[in-house]
Structures are given as C-alpha cells and as structure tokens.
C-alpha cells in the first residue's frame, strides 16, 4: 500500500513562495500524482496533476504560479507555489489516482480513490 507523506507547508505573506514536498513509500513512476487543497470551510479541489510521461494538469486558479514536478528517482513529487495569495490559504495534499485521471485531466473522486497524504497547512497572509 503506497503512503504518501507532505512536507514543506508553512506561513508566508502575499507574494511569497513555498515549495512543498510528498514522500512516497514506493516509487510513483506511471502513477498519477496530484495535489489537492482544501481551503477553510470549503470542499476539496485538485489543483496540479502530473504523471511520468511528462502530462500536466493545473486549475486556472494556479495556472502560471504554482509548478508539479517529480524527482528522479520518481519517489518525491513537489508543488512549486509562487506569488501565492491569501485565497491559497488551505491544507494542501497529495494523492495517487489512476491514469486515467491525468490523461482526462480530471478531478473527480472516481479517480482519486487510491492513496492520499495527511496534508500539510499553507497560509498566506495579506
């Protein structure tokens, strides 16, 4: 069972950057990775997909500002956050899903029931 551990969440003002990390107990090469965010009182939302052949996905709310990427030995994924703004302001998690959910670039949760992470805190203050 792949379990998936986020690092890297933290306090920074408007305009600030965070690079967050998650550790996965196995590799993650061909497995669609992802990272969702959920803000205070509001529901979950996929904002960042990515996947070994090098397909990406992003929601036009992070689009141009934050950046998915995998490491080399296809353990670690990352979310590069930049010019971040106080609506970021959310537990951020990564997640494992089936194939299918990067090629259709989609979030729904019958693509995203494998593995997730616990989550780590990002808040951006104004």
């Known amino acids: 069972q792949l379990q998936l551990v986020e690092s890297g969440g933290g306090s920074v003002q408007a305009g600030g950057s965070l690079r967050l990390s998650c550790v996965a107990s196995d590799t993650i090469d061909d497995v669609c990775m992802g990272w969702f965010r959920q803000p205070p009182g509001k529901e979950r939302e996929g904002i960042a997909s990515?996947?070994?052949?090098?397909?990406?996905n992003y929601a036009d709310s992070v689009k141009g500002r934050f950046t998915i990427s995998e490491d080399n030995a296809k353990i670690t994924l990352f979310l590069q956050m930049n010019n971040l703004k106080p609506e970021d302001t959310a537990m951020y998690f990564c997640?494992?899903?089936?194939?299918?959910?990067?090629?259709?670039?989609?979030?729904?949760?019958?693509?995203?029931?494998?593995?997730w992470g616990q989550g780590t805190q990002v808040t951006v203050s104004s």
């Open positions: 990515i996947i070994s052949d090098g397909r990406t």
């Open positions: 997640a494992a899903g089936s194939p299918a959910a990067c090629r259709s670039g989609s979030w729904s949760s019958d693509y995203w029931d494998h593995y």
